[in-house]
């Protein structure tokens, strides 16, 4: 089943009820019944970690589901007096606009608290760039989503090492490390790809042996996203490959910290 985030249901919510988006007062009457249900059922679908909202703001988004629930379970609409019917209606209306003002500033994805919190990268935006690449990885081999899972975490192994290489050392360590890793380099870390970053870390003692083959391996399986080389190998990321690109990230974050 497919996952539902946020966006998609402000999207619904934009596509049958227009009103709620320009936040004007509407009548919702009963051949919109439909749309409302499943409305609802979008809103049951969506993960728990999404809803991360302050107490006053959940408690208006509780309060909007249970009045859409409230007015559904009239069975009968037509029955109301015709005042009745619009104040149902003008209800109705005002739950949907309040909901959607509630998910329209959600993001679709959330960096679980348990991710890795990198609290040695003082750099909080980049710190917070790494975590969210480390969280969409796992995310992503937890949904068999093989390709992702093994971009992200290589993505995120590269910028481990490139902030770790440039913070920890001086620039005459660095550029002698350099020399002896990879001596053909142009001498700007920004342009030495996670392969040089590797093998410079390596000779920096910044990460182990065992580390630098991991990270060796996270380097080519990443590199099979290219359709030429994947066919040319022969190979294609599969749960190896994305298994292998995460326990990479997990040895590099365990030497730098």
Known sequence: MPRVVPSQIVEFIDAEFPHAQRQERYNVTTQYKGSASALLRLVDELPDELLRMGGTEYNRFVHSVSTIKSALELEDWNSLSPPAQNLHGMKLGEAISNLRDCLAPLPDQQIP??????????????????????????????????????????????????????????EAE????????????????????????????????????????????????????????????????????????????????????
Request: hydrophobic letters at 50%; proline letters at 2%.
């Open 113 to 170: 608290e348990a991710t890795a919190g990198l609290a040695f990268i003082a750099d909080a935006q980049l710190r917070e760039s790494i975590r969210a690449d480390i969280a969409f990885a796992n995310q992503a081999f937890s949904g068999g989503e093989w390709k992702a899972a093994t971009v992200l975490a290589g993505a995120a192994a590269e910028a481990l090492l490139l902030w770790a290489i440039t913070a920890k050392k001086t």
């Open 174 to 257: 660095l550029g002698a490390a350099r020399l002896t890793a990879i001596p053909k380099a142009s001498s700007d870390p920004n342009a030495w790809g996670l392969d040089g970053y590797i093998k410079v870390a390596r000779a920096l003692h910044l990460i182990k042996d065992n580390t630098a083959k991991l990270a060796a391996l996270a380097k080519d399986f990443r590199n099979l996203i290219h359709p030429g080389r994947s066919a040319r190998l022969k190979e294609v990321c599969d749960r190896g490959t994305a298994l292998s690109a995460l326990a990479a990230v997990e040895l590099i974050l365990r030497n730098l910290s």
